[in-house]
């Protein structure tokens, strides 16, 4: 009989996301009004790349995750509200419930939300990639990230152009698994990532830290790959240890 605390071959990590585009900006931040419209070609690259995030995270867990559920529609209307967060203005849940709530459907109906949005080109708006919200109560426990789209035109010569999604995405699942007890002895913050490299030994990037590859490839793909397969490489002030997230942990998360 096999031992139930050992998970099945084949047992994944059930997710349900949600990529939404929202086409245009039309928002007051701070004492400007900002307003910007996406291109066809824009919104085409944004539905192309957010289709393409549940295979990365397929991949890069190698099997740990499966995205049970995925749908990428174009928001009914501009985005009209923007919420000062983090050192930005962003689109947070409560500027983003009138767009995302049709589309979610019944509360539950999925865990994870990506949102594009068109920034207008001025740093105070997006000072970085992304923000992103855990567990959104009033959007029935699904998480939320929220992504300028101003990058679109680099995403097609950009190595792995989805790991910004995907460390996005991430910071979803951190928040469900601190809830779940995983605490960051297991599982690092996704920020601490310095002075790291994969326990793997026979990764062609071995020899790198996460950062040197990083800065060679101008991707975070094995930083993601170990963080979802608990093959994560200790500090050098740090003992060796398990971390990341292995099957096991994943499985903590019952399946939706």
Known sequence: MADSSTPASGAASRWRMLGLVVPALDARAGWRRRRRAMGDA???????????????????????????????????????????VGGGWWADPDALAPLLEPQLGLPGDFDSAIVLYPADGTPELSPAWGYTWGEVGFLGGAGVSSIASGDW????????????????????????????????DDLPGLHDVADRRTTRPDAPDRSESYVEFERRTGSWRPWYRDYMTGTVGPRTDEAPRVRGLTRERWLRRPDP
């Open 153 to 184: 035109p680099r995403w097609a010569s950009m190595a792995d152009a989805e790991h910004g999604f995907v460390h996005e995405w991430l910071h979803q699942v951190e928040a469900v698994y601190r809830r779940l007890g995983v605490g960051e």
């Open 42 to 84: 824009e919104v085409e690259a944004c539905l192309a790349m957010l289709g393409r995030v549940p295979a990365a995270i397929e991949a890069w867990s190698e099997g740990n995750v499966r995205v049970a559920r995925a749908q990428v529609v174009v928001a009914h209307g501009p985005l009209r509200r923007l919420a000062r």
